[in-house]
């Protein structure tokens, strides 16, 4: 079956860095990826849509500047956290649809990468 | 907008009683998709179900089956005879139109499942 990967699995950094998790799908194409942010005991909250070749789409308070995506490829989306901060600790969950439009497209989820900022 | 709220924030149990994850969830649309998925301590999502809105019958996969009623806008989860292996933090999740969402989902809050031996 298809499958996402993500890198590195987890990551610790001091405060003011900035780190970058990359989510790429290993025997697919993707067009859109979506980035899910997950604090400890709570639930998966959807941060952007990654589109090749355009622009991210940020969901509602999500900084745009604190939170950079680059969806260089079709098969490789980054997400940057910039100046990151103890509030930033948490656990980052790409997914990937297997196409886009009429009927359901499957979605793969990455294993996830757990940030701890020092 | 669309919502999925898991009232049972954690569910203690002993291993071979059946137990119950309540989903309910909102939406607008009339296509739609439900999902349920397992996350162990390892933080990997695994998916269990999808389900289509248009689609009521109720489905049962070994030790697992889903009860899913649009009248009540519900999609319940049961694990019967639960074995410790399957305590995990339980998601229920919606999907709405793919041609708009392109399948991105809204997760429930969760549910923590803790089958004592």
């Known amino acids: 079956g298809a499958v996402v990967s993500q890198h590195p699995s987890r990551v610790i950094c001091k405060s003011g860095t900035s780190v970058k998790i990359e989510c790429r799908s290993l025997?697919?194409?993707?067009?859109?990826m979506f980035w899910y942010r997950q604090f400890p005991k709570q639930s998966l909250m959807l941060m952007a849509t990654?589109?090749?070749?355009?622009?991210?789409t940020y969901e509602q308070g999500v900084e745009k500047d604190k939170f950079l995506i680059n969806h260089a490829s079709l098969t490789l989306s980054t997400l940057t956290v910039t100046s990151a901060h103890p509030e930033d600790s948490s656990f980052y969950i790409c997914?990937?649809?297997?196409?886009w439009g009429e009927g359901y497209n499957e979605q793969f989820f990455g294993p996830g990468t757990r940030l701890t900022v020092l | 907008a669309q919502k999925v709220t898991q009232a049972q924030t954690e569910i203690s149990v002993v291993e071979k009683e059946d137990v119950t994850l309540d989903c309910v969830y909102e939406t607008r649309d009339t296509t739609y998709y439900l999902f349920w998925y397992k996350q162990p301590p390892s933080g990997e999502l695994v998916f269990l179900i999808r389900?289509?809105?248009?689609?009521?019958q109720n489905e049962i996969s070994g030790r697992y089956s889903w009860n899913f009623q649009k009248s009540t806008s519900s999609f319940n989860f049961t694990i019967t005879a639960s074995q410790v292996v399957d305590s995990a933090v339980y998601f229920c999740a919606l999907s709405e139109e793919p041609e708009t969402s392109g399948s991105r989902l809204t997760f429930g809050e969760g549910t923590q499942l803790t089958v004592n031996p």
């Open positions: 025997d697919f194409q993707a067009t859109t």
């Open positions: 990654s589109n090749e070749g355009s622009k991210a």
């Open positions: 389900r289509n809105s248009f689609d009521e």
């Open positions: 997914s990937a649809p297997s196409g």
